[in-house]
């Protein structure tokens, strides 16, 4: 079946090419046979054509031929395009204007039975300009005339007139010469066989025109002083001429200019630059004038620079020392100028002039004690210049304040130059009317040389004459000031103060601080300590123009004062107890006040002041206490101390008798952790002192005689507050005589309530107690015995007594746990089944 499809597609794409293949063949076949030429004519039609070139552009006078014929078409088609006639036909030629021929006349007339039809013409330009050339042919058909028209633009070109007309071979028309001799020229001319030239006289004749030939120069010379003019056209070989060209003057002129008169700049003059305009009345002459000039610094001009050639000016420049070949620079300059007409005849040279060329500006310079760019200054400021210059001359010096606008100081000064001389002058910002603000001011000298020359400088100044001021500063954080009486400070920081911001140092006891800024602190962190001095100190700023500030003077105490116990003690009294204490306080630049548990007791001012316990009583606590005490200057000395006021209580607990020859024990406690030992009276004598430990004591008494006695325990606590305990008596009894007890049947046996059950550790199974003799009671040593012999008393117990008992799990007994697991493995065995069906049936 595939075979078969095969061959049927196969089939049909056999039967489609073979099917194009044919189209493909017809269709090129009808594209030959049936093709047209481009230019074919359909049967029976006529037309007139040129069969060589057709005149476009001719020369005048030029008599260019050319052929026309006339074609008629059969049909059309490629094998039926023929030109045949077999006809008689009239080609007949007209023109716009010129001359047309055949070449004898304008018709021309074919005989039947000629195989084309043709004819040719000639034609003569004798107008120049755009024309026609206008052909007919006349071809009988049946019964009537057939007419064709072939029409020919033609345009005749006139004779072109030479151009570039000029003198001696690039000298252009206009010319001016000296030179009784002259060569015109002009460009050769295109189809020009010679030309004719004419020349106008400046008498007004005309010489010309004559033919000169096929050249494109002349020569000759003027017919006298003054403008001549030629011109030239062209001829062409057929007789015709162009235009004339347009005449080329030439003014010939052999007389000298005058001699110019210099004007400006004046004679001697100072220039104070190498480029200026020389002014001086002009030559006269009749035509335009140039000139030149020369310049040296030798009057006698020996060796003068002469400038000329294209350098030539009406106003010129004076040379630069690129120029100068002997230098050129500041100093006298000669110069002369001369007149160059345009025919170049020369005049006489003018009158030797000379000016001072001075190009340099004066140095101007402030120098000795005028202050420095950016000073404070005040009062008197004194201001010195200097000029110097190679050239002196008079000099202007003007000082002016050019804060905010220039405001004359009136230090105005026209000065006799001396090269190189100082001139001291003085500004007083502080006098009268011409007094200036605090501020910047600024200074400025002008000086001007005779060759007006200037220099100016300036220097800029603070103007300052306000004083600063020094205070104590106030008010700071860090403690850095505390405020005293008296102006007596321990701690002391300044402020300081100048408006212009000039501040230049800080006097301190003659030691100095520098300083900047328009507001400054001197701290006390930033105060050399070894530059006070104890007492008496004092202080003061100066700024950048040397105002000094108000001497601040104030007392430096650094030193605290000094309290002194007023009973003797002297020293420390921090952590000391008292319970009555006074104080003796001292300062050598006098006591302020004291502070005692924040209760403040100001005194009159003193070297010495008391604080007694009188009147420090009401201030006390109990306890811990502070006392602080204050001078006039602010230093502090503290004190902490206890002050206990309250004595201690002892406890004595009651002594038990004793026989003669025994020792009582007496005991207590103490409620003052201060008293570490208490002393024991008896009958008011001491008997020793006993060690206070935790607040209990304890004592023997020995040798105590047979009867009462009364014991008595004190003590003092730190402060020196005295305690005494309650009296307690203490009985001593007579030793009895020693009589030994009956023994019969040992130790008593205890009540059978009571005595606990007594097991024998040497027999098995005892119904009762051994009567051995070493029965032991509960309680009794068992020291020396043998373990044969030792009883142990049985202890009675509570704990219940252990039985075997079924056994839980999860809280459930072990028989629950049976069917449990039971039925946990037939589950577990019928999940296995239907996993296994599952996989059977899906095998």
């Not at 039609?45 to 078409?73: H, M, Y």
């Not at 003569?124 to 206008?134: A, H, S």
């Not at 001086?280 to 020369?294: C, R, V």
């Amino acid at each position: 079946m595939n075979i078969t499809h095969k061959k049927v597609r196969q089939r049909i794409i056999s039967a489609s090419f073979a099917f194009v293949l044919a189209l493909s063949t017809v269709t090129a076949s009808s594209s030959f046979l049936f093709a047209k030429k481009a230019d074919a004519l359909p049967f029976g039609a006529t037309e007139l054509r040129a069969t060589t070139t057709l005149p476009t552009v001719i020369n005048q006078g030029d008599t260019p031929c050319f052929s026309v014929k006339q074609v008629a078409g059969l049909g059309g088609s490629f094998w039926t395009d023929i030109n045949t006639q077999f006809w008689a036909a009239t080609i007949t030629a007209t023109v716009s204007a010129g001359v047309i021929s055949t070449p004898a006349n304008s018709v021309v007339t074919i005989p039947a039975g000629n195989k084309t039809v043709k004819g040719t013409f000639c034609y003569k330009g004798t107008v120049t300009g755009d024309q026609t050339i206008t052909l007919k042919s006349n071809v009988p058909t049946i019964g009537e005339t057939v007419k064709n028209t072939l029409v020919v633009p033609v345009k005749v070109s006139p004779v072109s007139v030479p151009q570039n007309l000029r003198l001696n071979g690039d000298v252009a028309c206009g010319y001016f010469t000296n030179v009784n001799f002259i060569t015109p020229t002009w460009n050769a001319v295109a189809g020009a066989v010679s030309y004719n030239y004419k020349v106008t006289l400046p008498n007004g004749s005309t010489y010309g025109p004559t033919n000169v030939g096929n050249v494109t120069s002349v020569s000759g010379v003027f017919g006298g002083e003054g403008l001549s003019t030629f011109s030239v056209q062209a001829v062409n070989a057929n007789g015709y001429t162009s235009e004339w060209a347009a005449p080329c003057a030439v003014t010939y002129d052999a007389t000298k200019p005058s001699k110019p008169v210099l004007a400006q700049p004046s004679n001697g003059s100072f220039l104070n630059t190498n480029e200026f305009d020389f002014d001086w009345n002009d030559s006269t002459d009749a035509s335009p004038l140039t000139y030149e000039f020369q310049s040296s610094q030798d009057p006698s001009r020996d060796g003068a620079q002469i400038l000329n050639g294209s350098n030539i000016w009406k106003s010129g420049v004076l040379p630069t020392s690129g120029i100068h070949s002997s230098g050129a620079g500041d100093g006298a300059w000669f110069y002369q100028v001369r007149a160059k007409d345009a025919a170049g005849n020369y005049s006489d040279w003018s009158d030797i002039w000379s000016v001072i060329l001075d190009t340099k500006s004066p140095v101007l310079a402030f120098t000795g004690s005028t202050p420095a760019e950016g000073a404070y200054v005040r009062g008197i400021v004194p201001v010195q210049t200097v000029v110097t210059d190679a050239n002196p001359g008079a000099y202007n010096l003007r000082i002016e304040d050019g804060a905010p606008a220039p405001l004359s100081l009136g230090l105005d000064y026209i000065l006799t130059a001396t090269s190189g001389a100082t001139n001291s002058y003085s500004w007083n910002t502080q006098s009268g009317a011409k007094a200036v603000a605090d501020g910047a001011h600024k200074i400025l000298a002008t000086t001007r040389d005779k060759a007006n020359n200037v220099t100016t400088i300036t220097r800029t100044v603070n103007v300052d004459n306000t004083k600063p001021i020094v205070t104590i500063k106030t008010g700071t954080t860090g403690n850095e000031v505390t405020t005293g009486k008296n102006g007596a400070f321990s701690k002391i920081s300044f402020k300081l103060n100048d408006p212009m911001g000039g501040l230049s140092k800080v006097v301190l006891n003659g030691h100095e601080y520098a300083r900047t800024n328009e507001w400054n602190d001197l701290n006390w962190v930033n105060i050399t300590k070894s530059h006070l001095i104890e007492g008496q100190n004092e202080i003061y700023a100066v700024d950048r123009a040397g105002n000094q500030s108000t001497v601040v003077t104030f007392t430096y105490d650094s030193m605290a004062p000094t309290v002194t116990v007023k009973n003797g003690y002297v020293g420390d009294l921090v952590s000391k107890l008292f319970s009555n204490v006074s104080f003796k306080l001292y300062d050598a630049n006098k006591v302020d006040k004291y502070v005692l548990n924040g209760q403040t007791v100001d005194f009159s001012d003193s070297q010495y002041s008391d604080a007694n316990f009188a009147n420090i009583k009401s201030k006390l606590v109990q306890g811990a206490n502070t006392f602080v005490l204050y001078d006039v200057a602010g230093n502090t000395k503290q004190y902490d101390f206890t002050y206990d006021s309250v004595a201690a209580v002892i406890t004595v607990a009651a002594i038990a008798p004793i026989t003669v020859g025994q020792n009582a024990v007496v005991t207590g406690t103490v409620n003052d952790p201060t008293i570490a030992e208490v002393e024991v009276f008896v009958d008011g004598v001491s008997a020793g002192t006993a060690t206070v430990v935790s607040g209990a004591f304890d004592f023997d008494l020995t040798n105590l005689s047979q009867g009462s006695h009364n014991v008595e325990v004190k003590g003092s606590d730190t402060a020196g507050n005295a305690a005494t305990s309650g009296v307690k008596t203490v009985t001593v009894n007579a030793a009895p005589g020693i009589t030994p007890a009956s023994v019969s049947g040992g130790p008593a046996t205890l009540a059978a309530a009571t005595a606990p059950a007594v097991v024998d550790n040497n027999a098995g199974n005892n119904a009762a107690p051994d009567s051995d003799t070493d029965t032991e009671v509960l309680g009794e040593s068992t020291q020396n015995k043998t373990s044969s012999d030792t009883k142990d008393v049985l202890a009675a117990t509570t704990t219940p007594e252990v039985k075997n008992s079924d056994a839980k799990f999860f809280g459930l007994d072990w028989y629950w746990w049976v069917p449990i697991v039971a039925a946990l493995g037939g589950a577990a065995w019928w999940l296995i089944a239907a996993w296994r069906r599952r996989q059977s049936e899906e095998a």
